[in-house]
C-alpha cells in the first residue's frame, strides 16, 4: 500500500444496496484503498456482502439516513488517522479510477468535489441531465456559488477540513448543507472531472434530477 492510500480512508454509506454493495467495495478495496462501509440500518443482507477482508463495515441499528451514515463512517476513518476522506457512493454508480485524481487535487485544495459535467455520463436519458443541469443551476442560485455539478456524491477532503464540514442534515440534505459550510467557512474548492454510470439499479432508486430536487427541498425547505 502506498503512502497515500494507507492515509485515505474510502466512506461508503449504504442502504439496501444488498445487490451491488459486494462488487463495488471489492472494487475499491482491490485498488489498495482503506474503506469502511456504513449500513444504515438496511434491511437486507447489505452488511453481510460488504464483509470482507480489508472492508471495515459498521451498523446502524436502524436508518438514520446518508448524511448520518456518511458522519459515522468520517468520525470512523479520522479516529484511524485519516489525512484524506473521499465519499463514494454504495449503488454503483461511482469510479474507483477517478479516487487518485480526487485525492491529487487535494495538493492545492482543502476539498475535490467530482463534476460529473466536467468528465463523462454513462446511461443517462437526455431529460435526466437536463433536470441535474437545473438542479444546479438552482442550488447555485441559493447557495452563492459557482458550481458546474452541485450534488456529485464523489468527493474528497482534508482531514483538516472535516471539522468545518461536519454533517449535521441526516437525510439527503447533507449534500446541500457541505456547499453553504464549503462557502462560509473559506475551505478551498476545485472541481474534478469524474464519470458517473447510471445503471439499471440505479435508476430503479429514483437516482438523479429528481433526487436533486428533492435534496434542495429537504435542505432550503424543511432543514
Not at 454504495?90 to 463534476?115: K, M, R
Request: with cysteine; hydrophobic share 45%.
Amino acid at each position: 500500500m502506498t503512502p497515500q492510500r494507507s492515509e485515505t480512508w474510502v466512506v461508503i454509506a449504504a442502504y439496501n444496496e444488498g445487490r451491488v454493495i459486494r462488487e463495488v467495495v471489492r472494487e475499491v478495496v482491490r485498488k489498495g484503498w482503506h474503506v469502511v462501509v456504513v449500513d444504515d440500518g438496511s434491511r437486507d443482507d447489505t452488511a453481510a456482502a460488504a464483509t470482507m477482508p480489508g472492508a471495515v463495515v459498521l451498523r446502524h441499528a436502524v436508518n438514520l439516513g446518508q448524511g448520518a451514515a456518511l458522519q459515522t463512517g468520517i468520525d470512523y476513518a479520522l479516529r484511524r488517522g485519516a489525512r484524506e476522506i473521499v465519499t463514494f457512493d454504495a449503488d454503483g454508480q461511482h469510479a474507483v479510477e477517478d479516487i487518485p485524481c480526487l485525492i491529487a487535487a487535494l495538493s492545492t485544495a482543502d476539498i475535490a468535489l467530482g463534476s460529473r459535467f466536467l468528465g463523462k455520463v454513462e446511461g443517462a436519458s437526455g431529460s435526466r441531465m437536463a433536470m441535474l443541469r437545473a438542479a444546479t443551476a438552482v442550488s447555485n442560485s441559493l447557495s452563492g456559488m459557482k458550481l458546474t455539478d452541485s450534488h456529485c456524491g464523489l468527493r474528497a477532503f482534508r482531514s483538516t477540513a472535516a471539522p468545518a464540514l461536519r454533517i449535521t442534515q441526516d437525510r439527503m440534505a447533507h449534500a446541500s448543507e457541505l456547499l453553504r459550510k464549503i462557502r462560509t467557512s473559506g475551505l478551498r474548492l476545485v472541481e474534478v472531472p469524474v464519470t458517473i454510470k447510471y445503471t439499471e439499479h440505479s435508476k430503479s432508486k429514483g437516482q438523479g434530477g429528481i433526487q436533486a430536487v428533492r435534496i434542495l427541498f429537504d435542505y432550503f425547505f424543511r432543514a
